[in-house]
């Protein structure tokens, strides 16, 4: 194994380019998306498929600093029966579903690196795995350095059915990890159903009295009956045509005196929205990051299951 390390040569950086998304939480209360473990579509690239697959590992990498940034990653990581390994990784809040050939939020070559069953330095029995950052390997943080090359060593131990949980180094922030769970079932025989059976689904927030939309530019504010608002933001599937929507944003509202307003979480300002008639309208600026932003009109066009 290690005389195969010597043969492996650094791979070169290319950049990737994803759109910003959400942030989730508790999808009881709120708006946040689910990941789809089910359904599995029929495989579509039989070179990769189980009968190739000795060891697969699935996890979920996200954090709030992420999901600022429209990130929330799914990793499927392969420990193929050549001895090869291939790591991937797909950005469910990218909301593509497309093939992973056109995939926007698909990074194909996270991880490259080989593998071997022998035995640790006490002499226990082990996998022996080696992994190298690939192509797709980049610290998307700003002003990161290229993440290409970098290696990493693991010994792997199953357990008693046969399952392995592992953390694994994540090749697209510089020193962030993930816990990846995995065995000899094969619950993915390639790509294309790894992104269908974990794509994203928008489930609506539970508890909402009435919904304010700006159908424009594609955000929907739900007002709850907790006093507590859910900003969501539309973005469309290119695999599917459709507009599928995430949370990016939660503050309160309240009505009193025909006056009915809004807060934001980390904004001090107070919002009010225009009353005319049963017709309520919120003007709101949604800041992504620094300066760059959305201006929202929003319309309600009852606002009687708030007054009530």
């Excluded at 357990?159 to 697209?172: H, K, Y």
């Excluded at 816990?179 to 059976?197: H, L, P, Q, R």
Aim: proline residues 3%; aromatic residues 12%.
């Amino acid at each position: 194994m290690r005389n195969r390390r010597l043969l492996m040569g650094l791979v070169l950086l290319s950049g990737i380019t994803l759109m910003a998304g959400c942030s989730t939480t508790d999808s009881s209360t709120t708006g946040k998306g689910s990941v789809n473990t089910g359904g599995q579509e029929p495989m579509t690239t039989p070179e990769k498929d189980e009968e190739i697959i000795a060891y697969q590992f699935i996890g979920n990498y996200t954090d709030a600093t992420v999901q600022a940034m429209g990130f929330d990653y799914m990793i499927m990581l392969n420990l193929n029966k050549d001895g090869t390994v291939e790591g991937s990784g797909y950005n469910i809040l990218s909301m593509d579903t497309s093939a992973f050939a056109d995939n926007t939020g698909f990074l194909d070559d996270w991880i490259n690196g080989d593998w071997e069953e022998g035995k640790d330095e006490e002499g226990q029995d082990c996998i022996l795995l080696h992994t190298v950052f690939g192509k797709d390997a980049v610290n998307m943080m700003p002003g990161g350095a290229p993440l290409t090359g970098t290696e990493h060593e693991y010994n792997l131990y199953p357990e008693a059915d046969g399952s392995i949980t592992f953390t694994l180094d994540w090749p697209v922030f510089s020193g962030r990890k993930a816990d990846v769970t995995g065995s000899k079932t094969i619950t993915y025989k390639d790509k294309d159903s790894f992104i269908k059976g974990v794509a994203y689904e928008y489930e609506e927030p539970e508890n909402s009295l009435a919904m304010f939309a700006d159908e424009t530019a594609h955000f929907h504010l739900y007002c709850l009956d907790d006093n507590k608002t859910i900003l969501t933001s539309g973005k469309e599937d290119p695999g599917s045509g459709e507009y599928k929507y995430s949370q990016v944003k939660t503050g309160g509202w309240t009505y009193a005196d025909n006056t009915l307003s809004f807060t934001f979480d980390g904004d001090e300002k107070t919002y009010t929205a225009t009353i005319e008639g049963k017709k309520a309208t919120l003007s709101y600026r949604y800041v992504l990051y620094a300066t760059y932003g959305t201006d929202l009109t929003l319309v309600l066009e009852d606002i009687t299951p708030l007054t009530k």
